[in-house]
């Protein structure tokens, strides 16, 4: 579980980051809390919003010539489909296996984002400021 001194660490400086962030944290919130009957709906949700989320992080990497482009998006491809094998097993109603790796998906989270995201946020801010007007 996120404490809120985690999530007060979540800020990179990267509004558009930091906002996805807060709701994919905040979805991870949830779903440890989330009874039987509303977990899959939120299982499902945080796969679509974790594709967008991804997506939407190789562009920007795109967009500033990040230089783990590689070593990032494997990072993503690995959980996206984990996820999409697990949305797999909760639609056939078998919730175990989810919720640990859900329960798993803050350490992994807080790991990705002091390494990985990180280096974007700073790549990005830097690509912004040198940029010419
Ligand atoms: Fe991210
Ligand atoms: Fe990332």
Redesign the pocket.
């Known amino acids: 579980m996120l404490t809120a001194t985690d999530r007060a660490g979540h800020a990179l400086g990267v509004t558009e ?1 930091d906002d ?2 807060r709701t ?1 944290v905040g979805y991870l919130d949830a779903l440890a809390k989330a009874s039987e009957a509303d977990f899959p709906g939120l299982f499902h949700q945080l796969l679509g919003h974790t594709r967008k ?2 997506e939407r ?1 190789t562009q920007l990497m795109h967009e500033c010539s990040f230089p783990a482009i590689a070593e990032h998006g494997a990072e ?1 491809a690995r959980v996206l489909a984990d996820l999409t094998h697990l949305a797999i097993r909760v639609q056939q109603g078998n919730l175990v296996m989810a919720r640990t790796y859900v329960s798993g998906l803050p350490d992994w ?1 807080r790991h ?2 002091a390494t ?2 990180s280096a ?1 946020a700073a790549r990005l801010k830097a690509h912004a400021t040198h940029q010419v007007p």
């Open positions: 980051m996805t962030h994919f989320h991804f992080e993503h989270f990705h984002l990985m995201d974007l």
